[in-house]
T-cell receptor, first 111, second 114 residues
Framework: QKEVEQDPGPLSVPEGAIVSLNCTYS??????FMWYRQYSRKGPELLMY????GNKEDGRFTAQVDKSSKYISLFIRDSQPSDSATYLC???????????FGSGTRLQVQP | DTGVSQDPRHKITKRGQNVTFRCDPI?????LYWYRQTLGQGPEFLTY????????KSRLLSDRFSAERPKGSFSTLEIQRTEQGDSAMYLC????????????FGPGTRLTVL
């Protein structure tokens, strides 16, 4: 079992839809949670990070962490074709510096 | 502009050849990380430096791989006797300013081993 599980998709939605992207993790020692966006043949771009359970909002993006269920989510409101990319969740265990990534979910927003 | 450059952006080599990649932070960072990303997967941690000291190495980093950060600024990653399984994107990452636990990534070097 991988430490971080993420549905690979692809997930196809119409423009303007609300998108929900999810990851589950197995190790309760994970404490820091991040979401990255990656366009084809580019490096991952940091979108959001959070250290605690609950919601964190930044513009059209909301990151949600439920530590009791070991479940993290990224919501995208009013999705745009430019949001079409692969979204990666990343988690850092307490006391380590290395990030553990999910395999990424490919999102396609249809105009 | 991500604050870090990587060179080359794409490298094609024949199996058995040696290759070297370089990561150049634009500003000073005491920590620097290397990751590898294969097609359809998330990045996997390889190693990280605190200044010039290499503090952690993943078991993915076989003895054909070596990384250095001689002056605590730029870093190089060398792969000797490349194999087709080494084909991947090699990513350099730096800590986000004001955070000890979050990283941002460079554009990566895409390696293709024929």
């Amino acid at each position: 079992q991988k430490e971080v599980e993420q549905d690979p998709g692809p997930l196809s939605v119409p423009e303007g839809a609300i998108v929900s992207l999810n990851c589950t993790y197995s190790n309760s020692a994970f404490q820091y949670f991040m979401w990255y966006r990656q366009y084809s043949r580019k490096g991952p771009e940091l979108l959001m990070y959070t250290y605690s359970s609950g919601n964190k909002e930044d513009g059209r993006f909301t990151a949600q962490v439920d530590k009791s269920s070991k479940y993290i989510s990224l919501f995208i409101r009013d999705s745009q074709p430019s949001d079409s990319a692969t979204y990666l969740c990343a988690i850092e265990p307490t006391g380590r510096r290395a990030l553990t990534f999910g395999s990424g979910t490919r999102l396609q927003v249809q105009p | 502009d991500t604050g870090v450059s990587q060179d080359p952006r794409h490298k094609i080599t024949k199996r058995g050849q040696n290759v070297t990649f370089r990561c150049d932070p634009i500003s000073e960072h005491n920590r620097l990380y290397w990751y590898r990303q294969t097609l359809g997967q998330g990045p996997e941690f390889l190693t990280y430096f605190q200044n010039e000291a290499q503090l952690e190495k993943s078991r993915l980093l076989s003895d054909r791989f070596s990384a250095e950060r001689p002056k605590g600024s730029f870093s190089t990653l060398e792969i000797q006797r490349t194999e087709q399984g080494d084909s991947a994107m090699y990513l350099c990452a730096l800590p986000v300013a004001g955070s000890t636990d979050t990283q941002y990534f460079g554009p990566g070097t895409r390696l293709t081993v024929l």
